[in-house]
């Protein structure tokens, strides 16, 4: 029998692909990766058997897999990079199979998108501890937990994975034979983190039980605006010792501006709307939140900016919370208007970014640095970006800062903005008007190229910095820079697992 045969007898011949255009379009991802194999076949699965089912059919012929949730990533994780590679793509496991309000989690089929997660839960009163990326509207809970995202990662109880050989494994206390409930981790050691951030190297996800919290009785948002990079760092350095819950982003002046009129923009109109209907606003307060509910750009002038949401369990907890960040922030800040944070928590999900205001092409790339050295890194980022000017403007590239703190570390992320050809991938990810834009811009291979090996660089500066890293793939080191004996160690686990590498085979071979 063909492969695709098999394969279909496994999924239904519906779902699998072998067409050209379809094997083309889920080869790339939203960076572009030149050059770069193709998949042979699409193979999307119902369920968790018939993942194992299709990994044991491949286990037999030695055929190399990529694994694909929402395909919302930019590091070449699920880029095919062996000829002959199946893809699974995992869209279609998408089902909540439990929502377990007593013991506090639900559990998700891995090709689940954040934003239905989130949709699952309400009228529960209960939330996810971890908040899912931006890109939840389209990304999935497994392509989450498989490229590590800056949260706390303590809120997975428990995985199901499909290994190389086909067989299905759990992990916690669902692993048990008998009484199996996902409601605890660290039931003997932690396999639950093995796979976490594995980029999708040791298994396939098939589900996963993620911890559920009451929503926040009171949340109280504010902004700051800084006149400089290292302002601004210090200002998160003082957040992060906080360490009270919340969420926080910075912005670069370039993001300042552009949020307001892209990224956030329906959120702050329609969030500024109903705060002006509900007659609760005074003064300034008042002023900023008709200029954007009329599509005017409230930041005007503003620089560095930083956005928090402090949360708490009481009116009284949230007020005492934002005001420790207040006095964090003053220290070299001064008070804004607070909309963005208000319409981040409105519309938590959003793609939009994935490309700049005129649909020009984006690469972000991440480095999670210890408080200690942040201020330093970004006087060296601001210096890097310096001593590329001249070149970056002949190719018209452009970068741009997101900016996190969180207990214990500060982010740090620039991205890359450049002329280029938009992909199908973004285009079906855009509404019809916006689409209907971009679809011509031709390719700049010169500034892709440009941006390619400039964003190696960054993540070399990084490293000297003794920065860490989430979404690792193929875009940052991993196994290079572990020390030999652990380096050892890692490699033993993947053989152990998948001793021909025919899982994300490069994936953090780096
Ligand atoms: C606009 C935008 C905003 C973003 N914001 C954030 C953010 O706030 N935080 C953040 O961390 N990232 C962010 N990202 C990056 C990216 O979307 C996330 O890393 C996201 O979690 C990827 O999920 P996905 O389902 O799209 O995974 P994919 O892109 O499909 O896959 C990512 C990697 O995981 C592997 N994988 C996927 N599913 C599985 C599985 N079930 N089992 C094993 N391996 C698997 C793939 O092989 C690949 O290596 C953003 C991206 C965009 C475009």
Known sequence: MLASEIFAAIVGARHVHTDARTCAYFSRDIFFWDPAETVVAVVAPADAAQV?????????????????????????????????TVMIDLRRLNRVREINEVDQYVAVEAGASWESVTAALTNTGLRTSISGPYSGSVSTVGGALSQGVVDEMTGVLALEVALANGSLVRTGSAARHDHPSPFFRNFGPDLTGLFIGDGGTLGVKT????????????????????????AITRA??????????????????KKSQNAPRVGFKSAIETV???????????????????????????????KWSL???AEGASEAAADAAIDAYRAACLLEGREIPNLLPIA?????????????????????????????????????????????????????????????????????????????????LHLDHLDAATA????????????????????????????SLGAAHVQLARAYRYQSRLDPATQQLWHRVRDALDPDRRLNRTNLDG
């Open 52 to 84: 194992a089912a299709v990994l044991a059919a491949t286990a037999e012929v030695g055929t190399p897999v990529t694994v694909r949730g929402g395909g919302m990533s930019y590091t070449g994780g699920y880029v095919p990079t062996a000829p002959g």
């Open 207 to 230: 589900a996963a039980t993620l911890a559920l919290e009451p929503v926040p009785v009171a949340k109280q948002h504010a902004s700051f605006a800084f006149e400089t990079f290292p």
């Open 307 to 309: 956005h928090i949401t």
């Open 236 to 253: 998160m350095i003082g957040c992060s010792r906080l360490r009270l819950p919340s969420r926080i982003m910075g912005l670069d002046p």
């Open 344 to 424: 981040l928590g409105a519309k938590p999900f959003s793609v939009r970014g994935f490309l700049g205001p005129q649909g020009e092409r984006w690469v972000p790339t991440n480095a999670v640095l210890p408080p200690s050295r942040a201020e330093e890194a970004s006087a060296k980022v601001l210096e890097f970006f310096a001593a590329r000017r001249e070149r970056m403007q002949a190719h018209g590239i452009w970068e741009s800062y997101m900016l996190g703190a969180r207990p214990g570390f500060v982010l740090i992320e620039p991205s890359f903005y450049w002329p280029d050809e938009v992909s199908a």
């Open 272 to 302: 500024a709307k109903v705060a002006l209907a509900s007659n609760k606003l005074s003064g300034g307060l008042r002023d900023a939140f008709s200029m954007a509910a009329a599509g005017r750009n409230f930041m005007e002038g503003v």
């Open 436 to 463: 209907a834009r971009f679809k011509n811009h031709g390719a700049s291979l010169d500034a892709r190229r440009c941006v390619l090996e400039m964003r190696r660089d960054l993540i070399e500066l990084f490293a």
